[in-house]
């Protein structure tokens, strides 16, 4: 059974920061694209970050993210993580997990951030 487990959402501040957390089991992780997402409140799911298989030697973000947020990933505990830094009350929203092989394409529940001052 595939499964995509996020964690690591919160509160936070603004200029604070988060690391969040994708947990995957039921498929072979390493072979796989990973990706997050965010839905703020009332809007649509918007592609946050990229990181390639394998070694993961390829990332991509965002616009509002470069230089802000880190994609990473660990194969060998089958996570993928987001690091988050100088949050902005903008950066409020559901954080997805996504990982991606030619059709095959899995989800996460979401993890809650939320930025307040």
């Known amino acids: 059974q595939v499964q995509l487990v996020e964690s690591g959402g919160g509160l936070v501040q603004p200029g604070g920061s988060l690391r969040l957390s994708c947990a995957a089991s039921g498929f072979d992780f390493t072979y796989y694209t990973m990706k997050w997402h965010r839905q703020a409140p009332g809007k649509e799911r918007k592609w946050v970050a990229t990181i390639s298989s394998g070694y993961g030697l390829t990332t991509a973000y965002g616009d509002s993210m470069k230089g802000r947020f880190t994609i990473s990933r660990d194969n060998a505990k089958h996570t993928v993580y987001l690091r988050m830094t100088s949050l902005q009350p903008e950066d409020t929203a559901v954080y997805f997990c996504?990982?991606?092989?030619?059709?095959?394409?899995?989800w996460g529940q979401g993890t809650q951030v939320t930025v307040f001052s």
């Open positions: 996504n990982a991606q092989r030619s059709s095959e394409d899995y």
